[in-house]
């Protein structure tokens, strides 16, 4: 079924009387919710007329703020006034003087018990399930490249396998090249080197490629293909050709070579791997959809170009979700390091054992050292189209984006490229870049992406089916062919968190099955692999 | 007119004794130039016997080495022997102990003053002339773009303009879009942060894009439009919009926003890409090749895939080639940090003047720091294969490298992703990648590309031509529709360095004039833009 659009483009937002958001009673300041903001003098429902323009997004000082206090949403400060700030006014980033970083030292660790949630029963999706026991929601042939000097004639072989083969293996979704810029020219001994390797063979092994690894290599290259992936890391699939190599079997990568001595002209390359991706095709192609249970999600939620209304309406609808799926048995990753950093305090009082909270701890503080080599900081992350939609620093965009991961305890943690090993809520440590965090996520295993949006991207993944989720109805209406949800309708006041958590847990489950496509896949938009190298190059 | 095979593929090895290679009359060592080297036992030309089997392009020990003594080739030491060498032995790389780097104190500086060499006039080649005074060698249009985030509905663009622009428009070459993984998501304030955004800047000016300067840009990125291209960093080419915008033209950058509210829906931002591409269609399709002088040739050399015969045979002709177009008062980059680092002093005695040796002593120093924070060296740039193909390491690697940047002496250095500014011999420093190397040269204006390989690599960019030399015939025979041009007949004996020399030269005014097509662009091999990014993400 062809995607629908999140909201019909022609209908029009209705007027609305003057609404302001407050997230948390204590808090002294509410986001302006009306599309195009409040004009100075406008009287909100409480009596208090605005003494500014406040733009969609922007914060009104709902009481008099003296200089030195503190500016609270979510409960906590966001900042300091830098001056007085009387009721009414609009409250921009440079009325506000960012906190520092909080501490890593005595955090409150595994304090939060909730109760136990009701497991949430009953609920399947049709995917195709792995050897490995894991279980994807796309059946894609993917070519994984141990080294950018691969890429071009990759590339071409792979527009003769999408014309030439795919037609006659119509139960094969896709063919990929997993293309990067690492493998060579890179300081691949460095203690760092171990995150990009580790991503690189992690993707390969993601379950929507179903168990079929195949490589390109050139042959000189520093990351070869045994380095890669080696012997153990991955198994074979057709057991044919285990019999046929014996106690070998685990050492029969698939690998093209470039440099091989047989490849006389460059025809030659691309001959083999199309003779080599055929038989992956033929065995990818016998494969069907099953009826498996909510559990087997391994759902990445990541937010992209976030605004004011990102943590007020569409990443607490992701972390109602987050929840439902945890109580269904499945995986969820929340991620973005310096996105949830301001909030560690919260997510160590999560956790579900000490160990936990001490390997986020461990996360962050490698991240804070990782910044501070570059002479930068948490609050290098946020963008101008970040404060322009409302948010006046890191910290703020912290709460809101931290609600993406719901209430469940953190039970688990991955460090950058790391394969995800349990179900429940993880914290996979990633930058925030919308790339390499979905890169990451996908090394993890994610066989389902969940992404948020205030601005507006088009973002998309070719491994993994990406459903966009917009924060406000003006972003859905006029991006209706790329916005999968509209989470506006919570700012709104048509729909509730829940019920927009429920729609995309729905939702969800008809992607994952195939029945639905997201309008990425739809469009074919798909975004590069970037890969997190904190490493040299050479 | 086509590519021809740089070597036919049937014309076999011709049989031939054993065969030698002594780069100085110092050396205590020697390569193995037969293909499949040569077996124990084999006596050479000089009555020496050989103690051991040595691949082709391996060393043998041409006197007694004694543990500790120096192995000399290229008349410097690239390592002192572990243990005592008999005469005859096979000398690889673990019977090595690489030396430490030549600190950067002390260096000789501009000690070298070779006689100004006769100007080399006469040569021309057909080109397009630019408004800034530069000449492309092809008429692309590329499309910029700020960030990531834009690529996929950038690619959709730009198939259909491949399809339903382009053959309107015969005289333009092709339409580039110039993805990339910067733009947001990074740490866009730290101080290193300066190369990768000149490095974008640079890339949308260089010359074979026609002054044409058009961006897709997201909207809410880091990497604003007016950031990327700030007004004076470009011209206007259309003098009529000049006119139209009057004393504000230089800020008329033409900048297709996504996230723009006249954009209702995902074909309303595709055709806007469309139609702005369509006006920069029309003047690239004006234009003419013009009969230029070869002084307007930017040529960037380098080497990839290296092995023991790429210091002997497709370096030294490239070397020759480079003294030829300094002749010609062509511009030509040598670059790859850390395969010139043990050359350093080579290099500072070669610089025109003392600021032209201070800067490449400063470029060294900060790489040199830039890799102790990742804990690793300038032995980390070899690879397996440069080691298979008997470069012991990166000493033996860089006297091999350097010889591409000829006899002149060296006038311009460039930091990593600035424009070149000056013609003759110019250090570019980049990294050793082949992929930084190729996008920072760009970057600084190249206009073609000389790529030579041992291992063989089927490197091409979309931006510019790429002629790649092949340092074996072997290499050459089996590659033939991917090598331009064979430099192995040096070690075959069948043609010197200057002839090869002679005929590279030749075939740059060719592919330049776009009379030749190098066999990357016949197969349209393109690699990726891959930025140097010293800066943390976020």
Same mark, same amino acid.
């Given at each position: 079924?062809?995607?629908?659009? +999140?909201? $019909?483009?022609?209908?029009?937002?209705?007027?609305?009387?003057?609404?302001?958001?407050?997230?948390?009673?204590?808090?002294?300041?509410?986001?302006? =919710?009306? *599309?195009?903001?409040? $004009?100075?003098? #406008?009287?909100?429902?409480?009596?208090?007329?605005?003494? *500014?323009?406040? $733009?969609?997004?922007?914060?009104?000082?709902?009481?008099?703020?003296?200089?030195?206090?503190?500016?609270?949403?979510?409960?906590?400060?966001?900042?300091?006034?830098?001056?007085?700030?009387?009721?009414?006014?609009?409250?921009?980033?440079?009325?506000?003087?960012?906190?520092?970083?909080?501490?890593?030292?005595?955090?409150?660790?595994?304090?939060?018990?909730?109760?136990?949630?009701?497991?949430?029963?009953?609920? #399947?999706?049709?995917?195709?399930?792995? +050897?490995?026991?894991?279980?994807?929601?796309?059946?894609?042939?993917?070519?994984?490249?141990?080294?950018?000097?691969?890429?071009?004639?990759?590339?071409?072989?792979?527009?003769?396998?999408?014309?030439?083969?795919?037609?006659?293996?119509?139960?094969?979704?896709?063919?990929?090249?997993?293309?990067?810029?690492?493998?060579?020219?890179?300081?691949?001994?460095?203690?760092?080197?171990?995150?990009?390797?580790?991503?690189?063979?992690?993707?390969?092994?993601?379950?929507?490629?179903?168990?079929?690894?195949?490589?390109?290599?050139?042959?000189?290259?520093?990351?070869? $293909?045994?380095?890669?992936? /080696?012997?153990?890391?991955?198994?074979?699939?057709? !057991?044919?050709?285990?019999?046929?190599?014996?106690?070998? =079997? !685990?050492?029969?990568?698939?690998?093209?070579?470039?440099?091989?001595?047989?490849?006389?002209?460059?025809?030659?390359?691309?001959?083999?791997?199309?003779?080599?991706?055929?038989?992956?095709?033929?065995?990818?192609?016998?494969?069907?959809?099953?009826?498996?249970?909510?559990?087997?999600?391994?759902?990445?939620?990541?937010?992209?170009?976030?605004?004011?209304?990102?943590?007020?309406?569409?990443?607490?609808?992701?972390?109602?979700?987050?929840?439902?799926?945890?109580?269904?048995?499945?995986?969820?990753?929340?991620?973005? #390091?310096?996105?949830?950093?301001?909030?560690?305090?919260?997510?160590?009082?999560?956790?579900?054992?000490?160990?936990?909270?001490?390997?986020?701890?461990?996360?962050?503080?490698?991240?804070? +050292?990782?910044?501070?080599?570059?002479?930068?900081?948490?609050?290098?992350?946020?963008?101008?189209?970040?404060?322009? &939609?409302?948010?006046?620093?890191?910290?703020?965009?912290?709460?809101?984006?931290?609600?993406?991961?719901?209430?469940?305890?953190?039970?688990?943690?991955? +460090?950058?490229? !790391?394969?995800?090993?349990?179900?429940?809520?993880?914290?996979?440590?990633?930058?925030?870049?919308?790339?390499?965090?979905?890169?990451?996520?996908? =090394?993890?295993?994610?066989?389902?992406?969940?992404?948020?949006?205030?601005?507006?991207? /088009?973002? &998309?993944?070719?491994?993994?089916?990406?459903?966009?989720?917009?924060?406000?109805?003006?972003?859905?209406?006029?991006?209706? *062919?790329?916005?999968?949800?509209?989470?506006?309708?919570?700012?709104?006041?048509?729909?509730?968190?829940?019920?927009? &958590?429920?729609?995309?847990?729905?939702?969800?489950?008809?992607?994952?099955?195939?029945?639905?496509?997201?309008?990425?896949?739809?469009?074919?938009?798909?975004?590069?692999?970037?890969?997190?190298? /904190?490493?040299?190059?050479?």
């Amino acid at each position: 079924m062809p995607p629908t659009p +999140a909201t $019909p483009p022609s209908e029009a937002a209705p007027l609305r009387p003057p609404l302001t958001i407050k997230m948390q009673a204590r808090d002294n300041v509410a986001i302006v =919710a009306n *599309d195009g903001g409040l $004009p100075a003098g #406008t009287v909100l429902a409480d009596g208090l007329a605005l003494r *500014d323009r406040v $733009p969609q997004g922007h914060k009104v000082a709902l009481a008099d703020i003296a200089a030195g206090s503190p500016v609270l949403r979510y409960g906590i400060p966001i900042g300091h006034a830098v001056s007085d700030i009387p009721a009414g006014s609009w409250v921009h980033e440079r009325l506000l003087k960012m906190p520092d970083a909080r501490g890593l030292e005595g955090l409150p660790v595994a304090t939060v018990r909730p109760a136990a949630p009701a497991p949430l029963d009953g609920h #399947t999706f049709e995917g195709y399930r792995n +050897a490995d026991g894991s279980v994807g929601t796309r059946n894609i042939l993917a070519i994984t490249q141990t080294v950018q000097c691969v890429a071009g004639v990759t590339d071409f072989a792979v527009q003769r396998i999408r014309a030439e083969l795919l037609p006659k293996y119509p139960h094969v979704d896709d063919v990929v090249a997993l293309e990067h810029s690492y493998g060579c020219g890179v300081a691949i001994d460095a203690p760092d080197a171990v995150v990009p390797i580790r991503t690189l063979r992690n993707i390969s092994l993601n379950p929507n490629f179903g168990g079929e690894v195949m490589v390109v290599s050139l042959g000189c290259e520093k990351l070869q $293909p045994e380095r890669l992936l /080696p012997p153990g890391s991955f198994s074979i699939v057709d !057991e044919r050709s285990v019999a046929d190599v014996g106690a070998d =079997a !685990e050492a029969a990568l698939d690998v093209v070579c470039l440099q091989d001595d047989a490849h006389v002209g460059f025809m030659s390359m691309v001959e083999s791997i199309l003779r080599q991706a055929e038989t992956h095709l033929a065995r990818l192609n016998a494969r069907r959809r099953e009826t498996v249970p909510a559990s087997e999600l391994v759902v990445g939620v990541q937010c992209g170009g976030s605004d004011a209304f990102s943590g007020v309406t569409a990443n607490p609808a992701v972390g109602f979700c987050t929840d439902l799926l945890v109580r269904a048995g499945a995986s969820v990753m929340f991620s973005e #390091t310096t996105e949830v950093r301001d909030g560690i305090d919260q997510l160590t009082a999560r956790a579900s054992t000490p160990e936990v909270a001490e390997a986020m701890i461990r996360e962050m503080a490698w991240y804070d +050292a990782y910044l501070q080599r570059g002479r930068v900081d948490r609050s290098a992350n946020t963008t101008p189209g970040n404060k322009k &939609g409302g948010l006046s620093n890191i910290v703020e965009k912290a709460m809101g984006s931290i609600v993406k991961s719901g209430s469940a305890p953190i039970t688990g943690v991955l +460090a950058p490229g !790391e394969k995800l090993q349990s179900r429940g809520l993880t914290y996979a440590a990633t930058p925030a870049s919308d790339f390499i965090c979905g890169t990451l996520q996908t =090394a993890a295993g994610m066989n389902l992406h969940v992404f948020t949006t205030g601005r507006g991207t /088009p973002y &998309g993944l070719a491994a993994v089916p990406v459903i966009k989720v917009a924060t406000r109805s003006d972003l859905a209406r006029r991006w209706h *062919d790329l916005m999968d949800v509209n989470a506006g309708t919570i700012a709104d006041g048509t729909a509730t968190i829940e019920q927009v &958590g429920w729609e995309l847990f729905h939702l969800m489950l008809d992607v994952a099955s195939g029945r639905r496509k997201t309008w990425a896949e739809h469009w074919k938009l798909h975004n590069a692999l970037v890969l997190f190298n /904190p490493a040299p190059v050479t």
